[in-house]
């Protein structure tokens, strides 16, 4: 099994958007985006589809090559090899390119999936082109609390991780050769979330969000790698077309 991280854009954004109360929390910062190829023997797993170039803002930095589309074409995939497609959570820079996979197996959790298609006043974030079509796609949906062990081979494992967004997961690993692996996302999306203790920048629940930073923490004493999708000071040490194995 090989796991690819891979850098599709950034956005410039004051530090403290990605985590309440942080050093520099007004400092303008340019923060990456990443998402995650797997290969493993039963098919190829996507985690997050990153930022879409059509639907940028002003405050994405980003050019046209960096989209999960042309980094998968790179490495010689089209969106149709992509057997499963993990979606952490359904923020714009996470869900760029769903309505892309009309033929993988898609694995949100329900409560995210409710936010997504209709989310409260005070849940931003959302952007409903990113996903529009895939209101048709198939999905499994794991219920909030579940661990969903992708293969029931303890390779891939999806934990609940919510708090920054109502079904927010996380991804544990087990790699040959680097061991467990935790793909963060949006629940610490910087490292100092996790050494402070902090909340991310937007949560929709204070409570669960901080039982998923204490659930990470607990994780990384176990010897576990973190890696982060957001962090500018603590990049995974191989980017692709480098990979872990
Ligand atoms: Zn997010």
């Known amino acids: 099994m090989k796991l690819y991280c891979i850098r599709v854009g950034a956005f410039k954004l004051p530090r403290g958007f990605v985590a309440a109360r942080c050093k520099d929390a007004n400092v303008p910062t340019v923060m990456p985006i990443y998402t995650y190829l797997i290969k493993h023997p039963k098919g190829l ?4 589809t990153g930022q879409s170039y059509e639907m940028r803002d002003e405050n994405t930095v980003m050019e046209e090559k960096d989209t999960v589309i042309h980094k998968l074409a ?5 969106p149709d090899d992509i057997k499963y497609l993990v979606i952490s959570h359904m923020h714009l820079d996470h869900s760029g390119y769903m309505n892309d996979f ?12 409710k936010a997504a298609w209709w989310p409260e006043a005070c849940e931003g974030g959302y952007v409903f082109p990113t996903y529009e079509k895939t209101r048709q796609y198939k999905f499994i ?68 969000a901080i039982r998923s930073v204490r659930k990470l923490q607990h994780l990384e004493s176990c010897g576990y790698k973190m890696i982060y999708a957001h962090d500018p000071d603590n990049l995974p040490e191989k980017n692709f077309p480098e990979y872990f194995d």
């Not at 797993?45 to 997050?48: H, K, P, S």
């Not at 790179?74 to 089209?78: A, I, M, N």
């Not at 793909?183 to 909340?199: G, H, K, M, Q, S």
């Open 141 to 208: 949906e794991p219920a909030d609390d579940e661990d969903f062990d992708l293969f029931m081979d303890g390779s891939i494992v999806l934990i609940d991780t919510r708090g920054h967004s109502r079904g927010h997961q996380s991804v544990v690993l087990n790699l040959p050769k680097t061991g467990k692996t935790v793909l963060i996302n949006d629940a610490a999306p910087i490292r100092e979330v996790l050494e402070r203790t902090l909340l991310p920048g937007t949560c929709t629940d204070n409570w669960q």
């Open 74 to 78: 790179e490495l010689g995939y089209k």
């Open 45 to 48: 797993v996507l985690v997050d």
């Open 102 to 113: 009309p033929n993988a197996t898609f694995i949100a959790r329900k409560e995210e999936l």
